[in-house]
């Protein structure tokens, strides 16, 4: 850098005085407009380093109300599936269950209306219940206390075999259209 400085001492040491000026002027307004572009680019920076933090500060507000958003809104599908499972109990679970069982064919269903003939069902017609007919009637006494003959109770007992004998199914109905509730 010495030899720069001294060979730039030599150039200009035939230069006269005027020139000189000249060209101590120009360099000086080449020195005033890198300051400027210097100054104006620290204002830039600072102006850069001031909205960055400014743009820091909301992105880690937004990022922490985006977190507690997402808490509350897992919050609230909790609370809703559980009150869902409260007024539906779990019949969808079950309903889903059976949906899913009768697409896979069970392989053998317990046939139930033994269960069900074996049960003694009870009159529903009062006029019958009160002149001594029908199943929920005691038996052996007629209306007026008089006991039955035994060839009806016979006659009662071998419909009954014979009802037994017959081939049993118990079919339900399922409307697709009702609205589950």
Do not use: W
């Not at 808490?71 to 559980?82: A, F, K, P, T, Y």
């Amino acid at each position: 850098m010495r030899a720069d400085v001294e060979k730039f001492k030599n150039q200009i040491s035939g230069f006269d005085k005027d020139v000189l000026l000249f060209l101590c002027g120009k360099l000086f307004e080449y020195y005033l407009g890198l300051s400027a572009e210097n100054t104006q680019l620290q204002r830039n920076i600072d102006e850069s380093a001031y909205i960055y933090n400014e743009l820091k500060k909301k992105y880690e507000s937004f990022e922490s109300e985006n977190k507690q958003l997402k808490e509350l809104v897992g919050l609230l599908r909790d609370q809703i599936e559980l009150k869902n499972k409260t007024l539906f109990g779990a019949t969808t679970e079950k309903f889903v269950s059976l949906v899913e069982a009768a697409a896979n064919h069970p392989e053998e269903i317990e046939d139930e209306s033994q269960v069900e003939d074996d049960d003694e069902s009870k009159v529903t017609n009062i006029d019958d219940y009160k002149n001594g007919k029908g199943k929920g009637a005691k038996k052996g006494k007629s209306s007026h206390g008089k006991k039955k003959s035994k060839s009806k109770k016979g006659y009662n007992s071998s419909l009954k075999e014979s009802m037994e004998k017959l081939p049993k199914q118990i079919s339900y109905d399922f409307d697709p259209s009702y609205p589950i509730r």
